[in-house]
């Protein structure tokens, strides 16, 4: 069964700073990972979709990078800014469809 | 596009009585998908549907919840009768299939008392 975990549960920072968010998953036969955001009372924007093919892939300040061997990916976020305070989430693909299973997700905080 | 449709967005009832919501996806799209979020539990797939077609429903919960396609702009998930525990929101979401992204709604948050 694959199961997906973010570490940390929760961050604050300051603003301008950059920051990385880890995500990991117990079943590397994936064939991409999708990172969303979520604001509070909201519904979840899509930000990312990395193809199991790719290493990298890169929206204006957010990069996120795929290692499936080892399985896991991380998104960078460049000079965070308040706007960028939501709870993100990483998902995969299981069981060869796209059935998708969500991770634990990161609360994030952008502080002035 | 408007994106992936969802009514009602709130949705208070009481326990016993029968719950419809609905969903329109984004027009193109071939597989369209119900979750559940609680807090206990996060974001849970309940069933999935690929052209129409329903594909894995393994985690609807029980018998009192069910989904339909009749087309492929329209599902609605009924939940028949209604528990507090089914409280929760509730987002469709749609793809392309295969290897697409997923587009959420906004959600449909059930209250059940």
């Known amino acids: 069964k694959q199961e997906v975990t973010q570490i940390p549960a929760a961050l604050s920072v300051p603003e301008g700073e950059n920051l990385v968010l880890n995500c990991s998953f117990t079943d590397s036969a994936i064939y991409n990972l999708q990172w969303f955001r979520q604001d509070p009372g909201k519904g979840l924007t899509s930000l990312l979709l990395?193809?199991?093919?790719?290493r990298e892939q890169t929206s204006g300040r957010l990069n996120a990078s795929l290692d499936k061997s080892s399985g896991r990916s991380t998104l960078y976020i460049a000079a965070s800014q308040p706007g960028d305070s939501a709870t993100y989430l990483c998902?995969?693909?299981?069981?060869?469809?796209?059935?998708?299973?969500f991770g634990t997700g990161t609360q994030l905080k952008v502080e002035l | 596009d408007a994106g992936v449709i969802q009514s009602p967005r709130h949705e208070v009832t009481e326990m016993g009585q029968e719950v419809t919501l609905r969903c329109k996806p984004i027009?193109?799209?071939?597989?369209l998908f119900w979750y559940r979020q609680t807090m206990m539990r996060g974001l849970e797939l309940l069933i999935y549907?690929?052209?129409?077609?329903?594909?894995?429903d393994s985690g609807m919960p029980e018998d009192r919840f069910s989904a339909k396609m009749p087309n492929a702009s329209f599902s609605t998930l009924k939940i028949q009768p209604s528990e507090p525990r089914d409280s929760a929101v509730y987002f469709c979401?749609?793809?392309?299939?295969?290897?697409?992204?997923?587009?959420f709604g906004p959600g449909t948050r059930l209250t059940v008392t």
């Open positions: 549907f690929n052209n129409n077609v329903p594909i894995d």
């Open positions: 990395i193809q199991s093919s790719q």
């Open positions: 027009s193109g799209h071939n597989s």
């Open positions: 979401a749609s793809s392309l299939g295969g290897n697409s992204e997923q587009y």
């Open positions: 998902a995969v693909p299981t069981g060869g469809g796209n059935k998708l299973t």
